[in-house]
């Protein structure tokens, strides 16, 4: 048996072993017999572990998500908003949340805000397809409010895992919710811009969200210096002359 076979073995069983108990719970069984408290305890341990595990690629990921009710949020959204971009992306921008136009489309970043980050990443001499997009939460919180702590702590096994996924070479955090799941700290985006983080091993760059600098024009400005900075670590970094 191949590593992809384990793989998909395992993507399976934790499928299967969700919808069944997801099943048993909507039939109002509560237990099952047997082994009554280590079914319920084990299920999301398990899914959390092999998310974390490293070992999905992005379809797997994506076939493990399913039409999530984890959170929440699902009985709000049009459909779950994964990512969209190269699976091997040397850079990943992580955004915040699915907004009106990205639950119509199922794509991040399609709106207003959408075609600044495109703009924003043409600037760089990139394309988007040649990068990765996605969000914290994978699906809309009601009249784009901001998320709440258990709905990022319920979806961000699913980004963690992308990100394991990709392997890129540098991160984008775009806003405070990004920044805040990724780094895991309170001090403001304002403090933290104009520097490399580490996420994991791997640099990563904090910058406004482009819905934040279509409300602030002005910041524009700091956004560009913060893309310049990306700009030169990924050439350095992958070796590749940008446009
Ligand atoms: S936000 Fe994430 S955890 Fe919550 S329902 Fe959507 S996909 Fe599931």
Known sequence: MTADDVRREAAEIVKQTRDFLEAQQQLGVDFVPGAPEVAKQDRPQSERELLLSGTLNLGEIRQVLGECTRCKLHPHRTQIVFGVGHSQADLVFVGEAPGADEDAKGEPFVGRAGQLLTRMIEAMGLRREEVYICNVLKSRPPSNRTPESDEIAS?????????????????CALGGIAVSALLKTKTPLSKLRGRFHDYQGIPLLVTYHPAYLLRNPNEKKSAWQDLQLLQKEYIRLTGRPLR
């Open 155 to 171: 979806c961000e096994p699913f980004l963690i895992a992308q990100l394991k996924a990709i392997k890129p070479k540098l991160i």
